[in-house]
C-alpha cells in the first residue's frame, strides 16, 4: 500500500514569507507526527496529533510553527516569518499510536534564504 | 541538552564481520528503545525496538542490548552486508508518552565489499 507522502519534496523560501509542508499519512493511521531534522542531527519532534486534535506540541519551537490536522488525516505545517536558521528537513510519521510503530515519509527540504 | 547520544558519528566494517552501534541516555525514566535506519533521501526505517524490561532482543542479524544500570544500549549486526550502509538512529521514549520518541543523532555505518 501506499506510504506516507510529503510535499514538496523541496522548498526554497526567503527570510520572513510563509510557507505551507504537506504530509499524507499510511490510510487509517490515527496518529501523525512532525519531527525537524537539521544537518548533522537525528529527527528533533515537533508535535504529534491523535486523531485531529494535537495531543502534544511542546517540540514546536515557538509561535511561528503552528500545525493542524483537520479531518484527522492529512496535516499541514505552517511556519510564519521563516527565518534562516528554520532551514532543515521536515519529516511526517503515521502510526497507529502509542509503541507502534512510526512510518516516515521521505521528507520535505525547506532552505530559507 | 541531549537525551540520546551517540558518539560514534561513523563506523567502517568489513562485509561478514560484526557491526556494533552504541548509544547513551541520560533520561533514567526511557521506557521504550528504538533503532531506526535511514538511506539518503529517505524517510528513517524502523528496525527494531526494545523495551525496558528485557536486556535483549533479537530480529535476525539484528539483535539490540541493553543495560539499564549503564543507560547504555548497542544495536549488533551480523554478519554485517553492504546494503547495510546507512545513518542508523537510536531513539527513546517514556513511558507516560510512547509517542513523543527522543532521537539520538545518528551513525553513519560503511559497510566495505
Known amino acids: 500500500g501506499a506510504g506516507v507522502s510529503q510535499t514538496p519534496s523541496n522548498k526554497v523560501t526567503e527570510k520572513g514569507k510563509y510557507v505551507e509542508l504537506r504530509c499524507d499519512p499510511i490510510?487509517?493511521?490515527?496518529?501523525l507526527y512532525w519531527y525537524r531534522q537539521s544537518l548533522g542531527q537525528g529527527p528533533e519532534f515537533l508535535i504529534y496529533?491523535?486523531?485531529?486534535?494535537?495531543?502534544?506540541d511542546s517540540g514546536l519551537p515557538n509561535d511561528r510553527f503552528f500545525a493542524v490536522r483537520p479531518e484527522g488525516s492529512v496535516s499541514t505545517l505552517k511556519i510564519q516569518r521563516t527565518e534562516r536558521g528554520d532551514s532543515a528537513v521536515y519529516l511526517c510519521a503515521s502510526s497507529d499510536g502509542g509503541i507502534g510503530t512510526q512510518y516516515f515519509g521521505p521528507g520535505t527540504r525547506l532552505l530559507v534564504l | 541538552d541531549q537525551q540520546v547520544k551517540q558518539n560514534s558519528p561513523s563506523l567502517s566494517v568489513q562485509e561478514g564481520r560484526i557491526s556494533i552501534l552504541n548509544c547513551d541516555y541520560t533520561n533514567s525514566m526511557f521506557d521504550y528503545f528504538l533503532w531506526y535506519k535511514k538511506y539518503p533521501a529517505e524517510g528513517p526505517t524502523f528496525l527494531i525496538s526494545?523495551?525496558?524490561?528485557?536486556d535483549k532482543n533479537e530480529d535476525g542479524r539484528f539483535t539490540v542490548f541493553l543495560n539499564k544500570s549503564a543507560k547504555h544500549l548497542s544495536l549488533h549486526i551480523v554478519p554485517s552486508q553492504p546494503g547495510d550502509s546507512a545513518v542508523y538512529f537510536c531513539a527513546a521514549s517514556l513511558k507516560t508518552s510512547y509517542d513523543k520518541v527522543i532521537f539520538g543523532p545518528g551513525t553513519s555505518l560503511s559497510v566495505i565489499p
Open positions: 496529533f491523535q486523531g485531529t486534535g494535537a495531543a502534544d
Open positions: 526494545i523495551s525496558s524490561i528485557k
Open positions: 490510510s487509517g493511521h490515527t496518529a
